[in-house]
């Protein structure tokens, strides 16, 4: 399910960087994450997301996440923007 809404989304940002940055001008509607990405990594978005109130989904794998992005690498965090 939560693949399904990174794969169907017309617009989002892909990334530790990009995604944060969304997050702190609280642009996107959900934060989604890889459980096997670095923890020291994703903690800034997690909290971040959690203060300005954005959902977070957790999912198992960076490069299933990446390859529902269109991407041939994995990817830490995406942030859905529609």
Known sequence: MSYEKVANATDRVIGIKQ????VQ???VKIVVIA???RHDL???IKS????NGIPIIEVDS???????CGISVGA???????
């Open 76 to 82: 830490a965090s995406v942030g859905i923007i529609n």
């Open 19 to 22: 995604t944060l940055r969304a």
């Open 35 to 37: 459980n096997d990405a």
């Open 25 to 27: 001008h609280n642009t």
């Open 62 to 68: 960076m490069k299933k996440l990446g390859l529902n």
């Open 42 to 44: 994703i903690g800034e």
């Open 48 to 51: 971040t997301a959690e203060k």
